[in-house]
């Protein structure tokens, strides 16, 4: 679906999601959320905090799991995905903290494999990602998927694509200040989820959308891998549809 901009295509998600927290919280059962970081999910976690605020929808039964975060990377560091999450929606909302889950930055190397399949086990036994939303870099990754990553792959650590730590220089005051490596859910946790919602704003995002749209599946962009799932939405505003 095509919006005008991504204010109103945002208040849409936001809407979608919204309805079906409240249809649970109704019947008393938890609602499952894969959410994601960078600056296209932005909108739709401010507009979550609105219909809080304003309306009372009420978090307490919601369970989250984040794509991915920076490794090695402290919480309470600037570029953490942990404080992205924390300012943009969770210190506003009432979702009690144990339901929240993001990966883990501060792990050994010994550490992350457990830790990882743990990841998996923790999705699957609150019930799998009832709706995951995704944006989508440059290099085409879902989560830190990079080209390379393959149909069936689970949480793990993860090297960064050149191209997506040169987009992330900016936020790191230069290139050499940006992690290498990355925890990430895999395309097949990410493909396991009941919904998932892809969004791209701007020009910037036209080429890789036209390829993760029309292009052939293929691990060379990951996001190809979203044309297998039934139950996607492809959310743009104007820019980011213009090649398709
Ligand atoms: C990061 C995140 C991805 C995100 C991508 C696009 O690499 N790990 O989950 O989709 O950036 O970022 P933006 O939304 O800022 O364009």
Redesign the pocket.
């Known amino acids: 679906t095509v919006y005008p901009d991504a204010r109103e295509a945002s208040v849409k998600v936001a809407s979608d999601i919204a309805n079906l927290i409240r249809a649970r919280n109704q019947i008393g059962q938890n609602t499952v959320l894969g959410l994601?970081?960078?600056?296209?999910?932005?909108r739709v976690y401010s507009e979550l905090v609105r219909l809080h605020k304003e309306e009372g929808l009420s978090f307490r039964r919601v369970i989250t799991f984040n794509?991915?975060e920076y490794y090695p990377m402290q919480p309470e560091e600037l570029q953490s995905?942990v404080r992205f999450m924390r300012e943009h929606l969770f210190d506003h909302i009432d979702i009690p903290d144990e339901q929240i889950h993001i990966p883990d930055g501060t792990l050994t190397r010994e550490e992350v494999y457990e830790y990882c399949a743990e990841y998996e086990r923790k999705i699957s036994e609150a019930g799998g990602l009832d709706v995951q939303i995704?944006?989508?870099?440059?290099t085409g990754?879902?989560?830190?998927n990079e080209p390379g990553s393959i149909e069936k792959t689970r949480t793990r650590l993860v090297t960064?694509d050149e191209l997506?730590r040169a987009?992330?220089a900016p936020a790191f005051f230069g290139e050499e200040h940006v992690p290498r490596r990355?925890i990430?859910m895999g395309v097949g946790t990410i493909l396991k989820a009941k919904k998932i919602y892809l969004?791209?704003?701007?020009e910037?995002?036209a080429p890789i959308v036209r390829r993760a749209v029309e292009g052939e599946i293929s691990e060379k962009v990951p996001a190809t891998f979203l044309q297998k799932h039934d139950n996607i939405k492809v959310i743009l505003d104007e820019p980011a549809a213009s090649e398709l």
Not at 36 to 42: D, E, K, L, R
Not at 141 to 144: A, D, E, L, R, V
């Open positions: 994601a970081t960078g600056s296209t999910p932005i794509l991915d995905y995704l944006g989508i870099g440059r990754h879902i989560g830190f960064l997506t987009d992330a990355a990430t969004m791209a704003w701007g910037a995002k």
